[in-house]
Every structure is written in C-alpha cells, then in structure tokens.
C-alpha cells in the first residue's frame, strides 16, 4: 500500500513539530502498576508507532502523556518542558490525541464540531473560528462535507474530522490510540493517508497502531510493549526483519 495523502502538497503548511520525552514513566490504576518505567525519545518531526498485543499498556501509556490518567513516576517532558507540570488545559492544546471512537457531537455538522473547539479552547470569535475550521476540513479533504453531520459521514470522514478538530489546536505532537481499528476496512487506508501525509509535513507523532504497513513505511521508529515496558525499540527494518526477544518474534508471527 502506498500512502498519498489528500492533504494539499501546494499549501506550504508544515506542522512546527516538537520534541516528546517519556523518561522512565509509571503508571497505575490504583495500586496495580501497568506502565513500567517506559522511556520512548520522539525527534521533532518524526513519527514514532508503538505496537504490542492488546492490554500491553499502549492505551494507557497515551492517556499518560496527555494527562487524561496521571503518570506515578517519571516525567514526559514536550519540547524539554515537563508536561506534568503545565495546566492539563494547556498541555491538550499542544499535545492532540485522537482515539478509536471519534467523539464527535452528533447534532453539530462538521464545521461545528471544528469550529465549536476553536471558540471553548482558542476562544476565537465565530467569525474566525468558522474560517479556520474549514481550512482545517480542507486540509483533510473534507471541505465539500462541512455541514454534513457525524451521522451523514462515513466512520473514516468522521475520523478525519476529528484530526481535523485536533488539527485545528496547532497542536505540537499528534497522539493516535487505534484511529483506524473502528473503521470499516476498506475505509482504513483514507485515514493512514492522512495520518502519513502529517509525518510527511513535519508533525511530531506517536502513534499506536494494529497497521503494521503503516508503521514500516511510515515510522522512523518502532517501538514494541508488553506487559507495560518497551521490550524493543528501533528502526521499522529492525524491528520487523530482524526482531531481537522471542516476545516480539511471537508478536509479529501472530499478525504478520
Ligand atoms: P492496550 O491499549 O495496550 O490494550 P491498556 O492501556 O488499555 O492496554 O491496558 C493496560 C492494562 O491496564 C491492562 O491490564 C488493562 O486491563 C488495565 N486497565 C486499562 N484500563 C483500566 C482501568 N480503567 N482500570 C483498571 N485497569 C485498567
Ligand atoms: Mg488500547
């Protein structure tokens, strides 16, 4: 599979994509620990796929970076400033996670749903916030289905709004939890492009994916967990042509 992206190439528009660090990250629900001193490096403007069986903490380890569940130990530092520290407000505007389930309003059409982000969180004027969120439809090629609602939009229109609406923050870092495991198979490939066509323009990304094309063609590292620690981490070829520990052979053996 080849990944063009719908984003237009003639825009100029590249993304000011800043460093992530997760050093030595714990995590818990309540007193089970289920992330274990996890420590990924994010260079600006590259993408990073983590991969790992289902309960391996991938969910859990997103949710930390942006907050949506505190981390016990470590620190996750964005752009060399720790993330743990900032206002969990701002730090969701610098940092976009976009998950499975879209979560779109249902009785908003796509501008709104855009649009509506910008006035809560940028509080931009209606005028502008308009302006913007059909910018960002255009970006995502959904320009012409801006005032479709969620339900007249196929799920991986749905899905692009909602990167759209993340988009539409100017976030720093982009987070993926499974965007296209939801999705109908043969509407998968439409968001990959997208997602491909943001580390192409610069966007900083760590991206938990099943899509494991995805990820060689388009990570410049892969990282592989289990059991709430990173087993492995490396190059795309690495990980997948020569992989090291026997849990990763076996991971791979089951989806490959
Ligand atoms: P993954 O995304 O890799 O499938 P998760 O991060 O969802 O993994 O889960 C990691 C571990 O944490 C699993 O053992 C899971 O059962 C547990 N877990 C996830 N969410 C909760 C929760 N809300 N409360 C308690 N345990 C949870
Ligand atoms: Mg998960």
New binding site residues.
């Given amino acids: 599979m080849t990944y063009t992206s719908p984003l237009p190439v003639t825009d100029g528009h590249f993304y000011r994509g800043s460093s992530l660090e997760l050093r030595d990250v714990s995590m818990a ?1 309540v007193d ?1 620990e ?1 992330i274990r001193e996890v420590s990924i490096d994010v260079e600006p403007g590259t993408t990073t796929c983590i991969i ?1 069986p ?7 380890l997103l949710r930390g970076v942006n907050r949506l569940h505190e981390p016990t130990s470590g620190d996750v530092l964005l752009a060399g400033e720790s993330a743990l520290k900032m206002k969990p407000e701002r730090l969701r505007t610098r940092v976009g996670l976009v998950f499975q389930h879209f979560n779109l309003f249902p009785d908003h059409t796509a501008l709104e749903n855009v649009a509506l982000a910008l006035r809560n969180v940028k509080g931009m004027s209606k005028s502008e916030s308009l302006r913007v969120a059909a910018a960002r439809l255009d970006d995502v090629g959904l320009g012409e289905r801006s005032d479709h609602r969620p339900r007249d939009l196929s799920g991986g229109q749905q899905q692009r709004v909602a990167i759209a609406r993340a988009l539409a923050m100017e976030p720093e870092v982009m987070l993926f939890d499974e965007a296209t495991s939801a999705l109908d198979p043969e509407l998968v490939k439409g968001v990959l492009n997208l997602m491909a066509g943001l580390a192409q323009r610069g966007m900083t990304m760590l991206v938990v994916t099943h899509e494991m094309g995805f990820a060689r063609k388009v990570a410049d590292q892969v990282v592989f967990m289990d059991e709430g620690r990173v087993v492995e981490a490396g190059t795309p070829s690495q990980l997948f042509d020569a992989p090291q520990s026997p849990r990763l052979q076996r991971f791979l053996s089951e989806v490959l």
């Fill in positions: 629900y089970i289920v790992g289902s309960g391996s903490g991938k969910s859990t």
